[in-house]
């Protein structure tokens, strides 16, 4: 079965550091992947997707970039973290050109 | 472009009452429609989806079918559990390229007591 991961759970930093966070899937190949993020009560937004290693699409502009290195891992970056950047962040994965995404367990990122 | 809207929360009830959650879409084409959980601090979890017009999505008591001529799907369950606390999201999926870029609504919280 698959499985996706994500890390760290939390993740408290100043404004200004510097951000990275793992998304891993396993149990599947080629997967096609996401990044979303949700801010306190509020909806998801779709921040950036990959088809395939090094393929990436943004769909927000703005402090945040991704990356993909391999099939099943996909990592959110940020070189200088500003305090909007809080937020829950979730990676998600579907296959092929199913619709269907499955989301891992989200990492809580609180900028001070 | 694409939107989903939900009724605002939060929606309080006592265990066992009937729940329903309207969620309406705008969309071109023939999207598919998903409902997603999120329980306290976890991600989401795909409750249902249906793909075309009139199939109802079933999974743990909870229904919706999807209703072209009225842009909607809502969410039903019969009789809630205090363990169904939780935050409800609606989704829709174009299905367009290579990925699907699912929109979100803003979610509706769920509090049941007993």
């Known amino acids: 079965s698959q499985t996706i991961h994500q890390w760290p759970a939390t993740l408290v930093q100043p404004v200004g550091s510097p951000l990275s966070l793992e998304c891993t899937v396993e149990?599947?190949?080629?997967?096609?992947l996401y990044w979303y993020r949700q801010a306190a009560g509020r909806g998801l937004q779709l921040l950036f997707y990959?088809?395939?290693?090094?393929?990436i699409s943004s769909e927000v502009p703005q402090n945040l970039s991704a990356s993909r290195p391999q099939d099943r891992q996909f990592i959110l970056s940020s070189k200088k973290l500003l305090l909007s950047d809080s937020g829950f962040y979730l990676c998600a994965w579907s296959t092929g050109r199913t619709d269907t995404q499955y989301f891992g367990p989200g990492t809580r990122l609180t900028v001070l | 472009g694409n939107s989903v809207t939900q009724m605002e929360g939060p929606v309080t009830l006592s265990e066992e009452a009937f729940l329903t959650i309207n969620c309406t879409y705008t969309a071109t084409g023939y999207p598919s429609l998903f409902w997603y959980v999120q329980y306290p601090g976890e991600g989401l979890q795909l409750l249902l989806k249906?793909?075309?017009?009139?199939d109802k999505g079933s999974n743990k008591g909870f229904e919706a079918t999807y209703r072209k001529e009225t842009t909607s799907f809502h969410l039903e369950k019969g009789s809630v559990q205090v363990s169904d606390s939780a935050v409800y999201f609606c989704?829709?999926?174009?299905?367009?390229?290579?990925?699907?870029?699912?929109?979100f609504g803003t979610g509706t919280r769920l509090q049941v007591t007993l």
């Open positions: 249906a793909t075309k017009a009139d």
């Open positions: 149990g599947t190949s080629n997967p096609n």
């Open positions: 989704a829709l999926s174009p299905l367009t390229g290579t990925a699907s870029k699912l929109t």
């Open positions: 990959s088809v395939g290693i090094g393929q």
